[in-house]
């Protein structure tokens, strides 16, 4: 090795490799990716995206080359979804590859993944990007496996893989597939969402949505306070004279004299 290699290592994987050059890491797998690429690289893990613990991962073909990173993660299958991507480790992975690269071969992807579950073997499901191909097999296998409608898988896997972005094609295939296992298709929630967090509610409010109150109805109403007839109660007058005080206000009602202005007592009427 060149000394210039040597004092070089890979900034992404750390071995001594000719990765400027495109060459795969003869010790993790790892591929430089070209100038158009690197942008998006660097957003993404190198590690795949686990759907289902300890089970079922999704990733890209930059993923599945690393196969040191692969085997810290227990993988030892490998799904390809794309018959041109060249299957890297066959020595350490079992692989299975897909052989159209047009039509989703749904139920072939899901009797291998089956498979592996019986076997309790963890599977990677690879395209080149894991946008769009591999996370349509992985939301078909959802359909099957789990019994889940459409939205609800692809909700799924776009919460455990941002990046998903599936084609037009890729959705009608798999509207079709969910036609073909429910005999009907789910259009309560849009079945694929624009670029982004997907928004499903299924039944539940949102949340800046204004919840109804309901009207309890049963049978009892309590009468209201401005709805009672008035009191009869008759009004009472007083009179004030001149000089009277508060002491013999208090006493008039129950008799004695009313203090007469001139001075002298006035008796008051007993009968």
């Known amino acids: 090795m060149r000394k210039r290699e040597r004092e070089n290592p890979c900034g992404v994987c750390g071995h001594y490799h000719k990765y400027e050059e495109g060459e795969v890491c003869g010790i993790c797998g ?7 690429e690197k942008t998006a690289t660097l ?3 190198a590690f795949p995206s686990e759907i289902l613990p300890e089970f079922l991962y999704l990733g890209s073909y930059d993923n599945a080359s690393r196969s040191e ?25 079992t692989y299975h590859c897909l052989q159209d690269d047009k039509t989703l071969q749904f139920d072939d992807a899901i009797q291998f993944l089956e498979q592996c579950e019986r076997d309790r ?6 395209c080149m ?39 037009q ?15 009907s298709i789910d259009n309560s929630q849009p079945a694929i969402m624009p670029a982004g967090v997907p928004s499903f509610s299924f039944g539940f409010p949102k949340v800046n949505e204004s919840i109804p109150v309901p009207s309890f109805n049963t049978g009892f109403r309590a009468p209201s306070i401005f709805a009672r007839p008035p009191l009869n109660v008759a009004p009472q007058e007083f009179t004030f004279v001149a ?14 004299n009313m203090p007469n202005p001139n001075g002298s007592d006035i008796p008051m009427d007993s009968s």
């Open 43 to 45: 957003q993404v893990s």
């Open 69 to 93: 990173l692969l085997k810290t993660q227990g993988i030892t299958r490998v799904l390809n979804t794309v018959p041109s991507c060249q299957n890297l480790y066959k020595n350490s992975f």
């Open 243 to 256: 000089g009277q005080t508060d002491k013999n206000i208090s006493e008039t009602p129950f008799g004695g």
């Open 121 to 126: 073997a963890r599977v990677l499901v690879h």
């Open 30 to 36: 790892h591929r430089s990716p070209s100038s158009s």
């Open 169 to 183: 094609a890729a959705s009608e295939q798999l509207q079709e597939y969910e036609q073909k296992i429910f005999g």
């Open 129 to 167: 990007s894991g946008k769009n191909r591999s996370p349509a097999i992985v939301i078909a296998y959802l359909m099957k496996r789990k019994g889940w409608r459409l939205p609800q898988s692809y909700q799924w896997v776009k919460e455990r893989r941002p990046t998903v972005e599936l084609s």
